[in-house]
Structures are given as structure tokens and as C-alpha cells.
């Protein structure tokens, strides 16, 4: 949900409750004051009752003494009981009020004697609840009975004599609570129009107050967004109408901005590297849960990096494996393990893997320790230290065979024109003679493109970095090796994808690389075979396997092959493949060989890609 509308519909709420509790507030008053006014007609007709029943009464026992010996009480009963023109009396009083539906007047032992219903007359009064006790109820008390209207409720007013301890009469006037709704509902009503409008008045001014306060704050917004996307924080809109204050949060999640993006271009530069790497990185926090994980790991462990974050030691390396083991006693006595080498069974396949742990002070928790622990495969390593090795090698003989080279060029060109001098003195002279110059010549001749070779080799090369199709150029050296694959009964077969592969490179350089492979692989088939060419992607890489069924290369001459001057040829130079090699290096790459004898040889080339 964006800011703007949790703005707005905070501020609906609360003004929407305000609202509410106005109008329940409003509608309290309205039925307090109604009930207060219907008290007080009642209590005004009941007294009025009251002040009429005592002039009747001193009026009747004026004209009509009381025999002695009598019980004034019971000749007072009987009075009110005759008094015809007291019932007209309680009949007019009660209707000029609207809500009262009767009043009667009961004697001592609450039996009615006197009441505008006519049925009441003789009858027990029934007890009914008293007006007041409704009006002082709560809000929820006081509307539920009205809306219900199925009791009605009574003002009692006592009448006693001067002589008497006790009430001699009681006035009853009864309130309908039926009428009293009817009464109430038009001023309801009027309340409950005036809640509807200010309820909508109120999500107006919600609207407008969210306009105003997500003006400013929409900056805010939308540069934490461009924060928490890792986009410049500085991209969005500028605005001159900012208030101060904002402005001043808006600069400093700029200045936050900025950081928090260095964080994020670091931690994607450092998750590239991991992932380039040939070990497995596990990061241990001091609780033995894994904080950081990159590289082989899923090639090695079979675990993918970002799902095991979290994750506890005993999870990622259960204990009864040889690498758990190793690394639950390294993590219990936090002693530092190098190169240790562990055999490692995945999914079937009997591995050895070189493990080294690093335990460093947690700055965070004082007297913890984070672990780091490496993970290599021991073939692979000793791969790149054959390839370590192989490269110092190179590097060393074309040191040396520059320098040789130089040194044997010069005086090969002085043998080269004494030797012109020498025939052309021994054409007349010496006719025996000429024929051993001219094989001398020969031999010279041989020398010095052996030297110029030397010089080739060495020589710095300058690469062209064009835009090369790979899948073109290798479906080229196809076609000018089909003549000769022909000849020989072998069978050219090509791999590749359907759409185009490009690297960044020299064409010609990387044409002589892959064809003198290829060339090698044609004559290491002299009764026949197939000659695959395979292209496969990953990522922003490509693999370009060029593979022989011919006889294979033994093991003790696979490290050779790429040394200078190593041939098992009769007539072979030892320069195609060390200049091969030299190619695909200088392009970035990499080359890896496999061979078995009798069933051949795949040379794969590792080489960086453009991806589009």
C-alpha cells in the first residue's frame, strides 16, 4: 500500500471516529433532553393531578362531614371512588401530553380507585419501572428500550394527610415508550442526516489533508523506493515548493541513498567474484549459522547459496559426513584448519575435496567468532597448478627462446652472405664444390625460419577486438578441413545453437588456434572416425569442445602437449598446440584436455561471450 493511501485512510478513520463519537455524543443529548422534557410534562401532570385531587377532597369534606367514629381514610377512598367529575379530570389531563397513555390514582393498598382507563378502576396497579431510572441510564440503556418499545414506564406521585405517617393516595401517570419513540424519531432523524453529511465532510477534508501532507512526502517516497530498487536516489523530480523541513529529510535520504547503493554495487561485485570462484565460501556467524555462501557451492556441497542463509552447520554439513566431522571438531575447539583433505561422496560420486576453516572475533557479539571456511576440489587444483606450472614453463622458454633467437639471427645472416659469396666464387672455380653450399644453404635457410618462428612466438601480439561469430568461423574451418576429413573416412559433425554466439576477439588468431586443434584431432584418426564440434553457453561463457575417436594421448605425455617443441609427429613442428593454447588464453580464456586411450580426445575451450 503506497504512503499517499495509508495517509488518506488514517486520516478517514480518525476523522470518521471523531464523527462517530460525535454523533453517538449528539444522539445521547437529543434523547436526555427529550426524556427530560417528557419527564417533566408528567411530573407537571401528575401534580397538577395532585393539586385537583386535594381541592376535590376539601371541597367533598366540606360538604359532606364525616360521621364520628368513622376511618377518615376509608371516607376519603370512598370519595375519590364516587367523584365522577375526577375521572373527566385525569381523561383531560392526560391528553394534553402526547406520550402519556394514562394516569390513575390507587389508594394505600395500591388498588386503582380512580383512572382515566376505565378497565383500571378496581384493579391491582401493576408495578412498572420509573421514568427516571430510564433518563439515567447509559446512552446503549436508554436507546435499546425506546427502539424496542415494549415497556412502558411511570411517574409516581405520593399524597398524604397532615395527620398521616404514610401516603394515603398515589398518582400514577404512565408513559408510553411506544409514543415516546414516535415523539423522538424526527430529532433522531435530523441528527442522523447531520452525522451522514459531516461523515462525508469529513472524508473530504480526509482527501484534501492527504493531498497536502503526500505532497512532500510523495518526494520522500518515491526516493525511498528509488533507494530500496538501487537506483540513484538524485533521479527523480526536482522541486522548488518543498518545505524546509522536508527538504532536509529528502537531502540526507539522498546522502543515505548514495551509500546504501555503494553497499548494494559492493555486494554484487563481491557476490560476481564468489561466483567466479572455484571454491566454496561458507560464512559462520558465532552461532554456527550460515551468514554468507558463494561459489562452488552447489557445484561441490549440491546446496544453492541463497537458500541455505540461515541455515545451522549441521544442516549444510551434517556431522556424520567426513566434512562435517572434520568441521564440527574445527568449530568445537575453534582451531584453525589448512588444507585438509576430506573425501566427499554426492549423489554417488566419490570426490576429494581440500577444506580449510578461519575463525575470526565477532565484533558483534563480544567473545564470539565468525568461521570462514574454503572448499576446493583437490582435481581442480591440481589442474591449476598444472596450468600454473604450464604458463611459467611457456613463460620462461620464450624468455629464453627470444633471447636465443636474437642472438642466432645475426649470425646467421653473416653465414647466409658468406655463403652467396663463397657459390658464386666456387661456380667456375670448383663445380664439385657448389653442390655441398647449396645443401649448406639449405640447412641455413631451415635455421633461420626455425629462429623466425622463435620470434613469432615470442613476439607481444596485438589482438584485434572485433565482434566474431563464433558458430560462423567454426562452420568455417569445417568446410576447409572437409577435403581432408574426406580423405581420411572421417566424419565432421557440428553441435551448435540455432542462433549466432559472439565473442570479442581476433578472428584470423582464433581460426589458427581451433584449426590446428582441429587438424590434430583429423590426423589422429588414421582409420577413420568422427570429429564433433560442440558449442554449449553458461552464462556469460561458452564451451567449444572439438572432440577425436582416435587413438588418445597416454598420460605420461597429456602435461607435455602443450610445451614447445613437444611432437609425437615425424614431420610435426610442437608449435600448433602451444600457440593454440597461447590464443585462447590471450582471449580470456581457457583450455582443458580429456583423453582415454583408444577412444579419444576432447580439448574444451572456455572463451567469455557477449551477451546482448
Known amino acids: 500500500m503506497s504512503l499517499k493511501a495509508r495517509i488518506f485512510l488514517l486520516t478517514i478513520a480518525v476523522t470518521a471516529s471523531i464523527v462517530t463519537v460525535l454523533f453517538l455524543v449528539q444522539i445521547g443529548n437529543v434523547v436526555d433532553a427529550w426524556l427530560a422534557g417528557s419527564q417533566e410534562i408528567a411530573e407537571i401532570a401528575g401534580q397538577q393531578i395532585t ?45 394534553q401530553a402526547r406520550s ?33 431510572q430510564l433518563r439515567t441510564a447509559g446512552t446503549f440503556q436508554r436507546i435499546l428500550p425506546l427502539i424496542k418499545g415494549a415497556t412502558d414506564y411511570q411517574i409516581l406521585v405520593p399524597l398524604g394527610l ?7 393516595f398515589a398518582i400514577h401517570v404512565l408513559v408510553s415508550s411506544v409514543l415516546l419513540r414516535d415523539e423522538l424519531y424526527p430529532a433522531v432523524r435530523r441528527v442522523a442526516i447531520w452525522g451522514i453529511w459531516a461523515l462525508l465532510a469529513s472524508i473530504l477534508l480526509a482527501w484534501l489533508s492527504a493531498r497536502l501532507a503526500v505532497r512532500n512526502l510523495s518526494r520522500i517516497s518515491g526516493a525511498i523506493d528509488r533507494i530500496s530498487s538501487g537506483e540513484d536516489p538524485l533521479a527523480g523530480p526536482k522541486s522548488e515548493s518543498a518545505d524546509r523541513e522536508f527538504a532536509a529529510i529528502e537531502s540526507k535520504l539522498n546522502l543515505l541513498g548514495h551509500r546504501v547503493r555503494g553497499v548494494a554495487e559492493l555486494r554484487a561485485n563481491v557476490q560476481t567474484v564468489m561466483e567466479a570462484l572455484e571454491e566454496a565460501i561458507l560464512l559462520f556467524d558465532s552461532r554456527n549459522s ?22 545451522s552447520l549441521d544442516q549444510v554439513l551434517p556431522r556424520a559426513t567426513p566434512i562435517g566431522a572434520i568441521a564440527f571438531q574445527a568449530f568445537e575447539s575453534h582451531e584453525m584448519i589448512k588444507d585438509a583433505v576430506v573425501d566427499h561422496s554426492r549423489d554417488g560420486i566419490a570426490d576429494v575435496l581440500i577444506v580449510s576453516i578461519d575463525f575470526t ?13 574454503r572448499i576446493r576440489n583437490s582435481a581442480a587444483h591440481h589442474q591449476l597448478e598444472s596450468h600454473l606450472g604450464l604458463s611459467a614453463r611457456m613463460d620462461a622458454i620464450s624468455r629464453i627462446t627470444s633471447g636465443v633467437a636474437h642472438e642466432i639471427k645475426n649470425p646467421l645472416n653473416s653465414i647466409a652472405v658468406r655463403l652467396d659469396n663463397l657459390q658464386s666464387w666456387a661456380v667456375n672455380s670448383s663445380p664439385e664444390a657448389e653442390e655441398e653450399i647449396q645443401f649448406i644453404v639449405q640447412e641455413v635457410n631451415r635455421l633461420d625460419r626455425v629462429v623466425r618462428t622463435f620470434l613469432d612466438f615470442t613476439r607481444p601480439v596485438e589482438l584485434a577486438r572485433d565482434q566474431v561469430d563464433l558458430i560462423g568461423l567454426l562452420r568455417g574451418i569445417g568446410g576447409l578441413l572437409e577435403p581432408d576429413a574426406t ?42 572416425g568422427v570429429l564433433s564440434i560442440t558449442v554449449t553457453e553458461a552464462g556469460e561463457g561458452c564451451s567449444v569442445t572439438i572432440a577425436d575417436t582416435g587413438t588418445g594421448i597416454p598420460d605420461s605425455q ?19 598446440l602451444p600457440m593454440a593454447f597461447r590464443a585462447i588464453e590471450l582471449h580470456g580464456g581457457a583450455m582443458e584436455v580429456e583423453s582415454q586411450l583408444g577412444k579419444g580426445t576432447s580439448f574444451h575451450l572456455n572463451l567469455p561471450i557477449i551477451v546482448e
Request: a neutral charge; hydrophobic letters at 40%.
Open 558 to 576: 597429456r602435461e607435455k602437449i602443450f610445451e614447445l617443441y613437444f611432437t609425437t609427429k615425424k614431420d610435426g613442428s610442437g608449435l600448433g
Open 100 to 132: 402519556i397513555i394514562e394516569i390513575s390514582i390507587a389508594d394505600r393498598r395500591n388498588i386503582v380507585i380512580a383512572s382515566s382507563n376505565p378497565l383500571r378502576a378496581g384493579t391491582q396497579m401493576p408495578v412498572r419501572p420509573e421514568l427516571n
Open 51 to 95: 393539586n385537583l385531587l386535594i381541592v376535590r377532597l376539601h371541597e367533598r369534606e366540606t360538604a359532606n362531614t364525616i360521621p364520628a367514629g368513622t376511618d377518615r381514610k376509608q371516607a376519603l377512598t370512598a370519595m375519590v371512588q364516587s367523584d365522577r367529575n375526577l375521572v373527566s379530570l385525569l381523561e383531560t389531563t392526560m391528553a
Open 487 to 528: 580423405r581420411r573416412a572421417v566424419q565432421i559433425r557440428f553441435s551448435v545453437p540455432t542462433k549466432s554466439v559472439y565473442v570479442r576477439g581476433d578472428e584470423d588468431l582464433l581460426t589458427e588456434a581451433m584449426m590446428n586443434i582441429a587438424n590434430n584431432a583429423i590426423e589422429a584418426m588414421p582409420l577413420g
Open 162 to 168: 397532615q395527620s398521616e405517617p404514610t401516603p394515603v
Open 361 to 373: 572475533p565477532d565484533p558483534r557479539e563480544p567473545g564470539g567468532s565468525t568461521a570462514l571456511m
Open 290 to 311: 550460515v551468514m554468507l555462501a558463494g561459489g562452488a557451492v552447489e557445484r561441490l556441497l549440491g546446496w544453492r547459496p541463497p537458500s541455505i542463509i540461515g541455515w
